[in-house]
Structures are given as C-alpha cells and as structure tokens.
C-alpha cells in the first residue's frame, strides 16, 4: 500500500445480483479511467445506482453495461459514470491546521523567497478541488497575504475530472451552510449574499474569481495540459481512494511539475511511505529539495 496510513475498505463481496466477473469488470474499468481502488468504496450504494445507469441507458445487463463502457472512453455516458463513481466532500478551509501552516508559513516564506529573488509569479495547482471551495479557500489567504496583489503574477489551477462540480465552483454560489468556516471579516470582505434567492446564499467576490482557473483534468492522464511548474500543489482527500500503483505514478507526475523548495500538500489521513526525496514539514505537507 503506497499511502501507508489508509484504512482498507471493506473486502469486494458480490451482492446477490451482481457476479464476480462483473465486479472483476468494474474494478478494472475504474482503475484504468479513474486510478481507483474498488475496495475504497461503499459498493452497495455504488451498484445501486450502477443498476440504475444500466436501464437508464437501454444496456441489457449490468456485463453489457461495462463492456460498452470499456470499449466507448469518449462516450457522453462516462460524465454519469465518473460522478457515480467519485466523491465531492469537501469543504471552505478543510483541514484548518494544514491551511493555518500555509497562510502563517508557507505562503509568507514563497512571497519573501521570491521578493528577495526578484520574481513575482506564483502558481498554485488545486488538483481534485471538487466544487470549488479548496480554491476559493486559497485565493482568499493569497488576498490576504500579497497585497497589492497587482505587484505580483499569482494563478491557481483549479481541476477535476467531475465536470457537474467544476461548473458549480465556476459559479461560486455556495449555501450559508457550507460558509460556518470562514471567518466573518473574511465574509464580509469575499463575500456577498444572494438577496434574489429564498435561501441564503452567497456569491464569492469576483477579485476571488479572477486568479482561478478552472478546468477538467483527470489524474489518471499520462501527461496534464499544464505548461508551468508549481510552487505549490494541493492533492488532499483524492488519492486515498486510488491504487498504490495509480498514487505512484500520479505522485511521479508531481514531482516533476514541482519548482525546486516547491510544496505538496496531502489530506490528513495520506501519507508518503516512499518520499521520493520529498522531506516532510508539518501537517502532511511534503517539500521538494531546493535544487
Ligand atoms: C473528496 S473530494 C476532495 C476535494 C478537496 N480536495 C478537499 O480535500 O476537500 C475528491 C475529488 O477528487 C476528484 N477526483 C477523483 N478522481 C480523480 C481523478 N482521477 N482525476 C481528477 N480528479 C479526481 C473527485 O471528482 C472529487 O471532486
């Protein structure tokens, strides 16, 4: 197991209806499109609703389901399948003590690495950033640590393979619910409530908006369309679900998109076994060494 601290998921038990060869499919087939571990997941919930792609989209069985699947990688049908199979928990400020290290030392550290280099391009990449709010999350500690932000040239990369999420996080639009852990300055400042709606709802400031990019990518690609190396990289609470072969290679790519002293930050419960000379900070954020 590559990210040692996982727990394994419950062992792969064929409901009633559904074969072991069919789940043997299914298993392959979403370890080849998505990197994932079949044994991560819940899969009664899973093949429920698997079942219900299957008359939704006129296959004759769930086998018949899965052989067209395998054989149609561009098909529009992958769009259902791919939010079946993945999971968008995530939340404003998630994992508070590793975004308190990044606003308190990271970040604060690049900016007086750069500004005594004389350089004034960041780029931060959100990797599997859901519906928006690690990013949004992020450009909020940006706003409030480089200022004036027009002195420097700073963008986050914000991605997903889950196109419904990244459509949701380009509106911006988010519950007062889901707002409980931003601060209120900060709400005050980066927010601002919907009054044409029922509910409480709030947009996110446009100055938020505007050093984001978001964009599908799949991990699992052998090359991302990414030109640019990363001073930072967020990957949390993604690659606990793949296979330890799927976190290697995912993690290679990593490294080599990484500037030298560049930051790769883990969700809590992941971790690097094999370090590939990362050295280890604090709160599950990995650095590369600085040349
Ligand atoms: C549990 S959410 C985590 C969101 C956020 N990073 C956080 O920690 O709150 C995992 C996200 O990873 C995305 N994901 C899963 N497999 C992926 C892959 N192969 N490529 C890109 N994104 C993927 C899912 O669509 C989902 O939005």
Known sequence: MYLSEMQPGPKTVPPRNVSSKELDLLSQIVEKRLGMDLNRRRQERLLQMLEKRVKESGRKDLM????FVDFSPDHPEWRYLEEI????KTEFFRESSQ????????????KAK???QNQRK???WSCGCSTGEEAYSLSILIHEIFQPLSEWDIKILASDVHRQALETARKGLYPEDSLKTVKDDWMKRYFQENHSDSENVYFVADILKQIIHFRPINLMDKRYPVKTLFDIILCRNLLIYMTALSQEQIIGRFRSLLEPGGYLLLGHSEYLPDRRDFQRNKFNVFQTPLN
């Open 85 to 88: 199979l993945t999971i968008q």
């Open 99 to 110: 975004m308190t290290y990044l606003q308190e030392e990271i970040l604060p550290e690049i």
């Open 122 to 124: 960041i780029r931060i």
């Open 64 to 67: 018949d389901y899965l052989n």
């Open 114 to 116: 750069k500004s005594s």
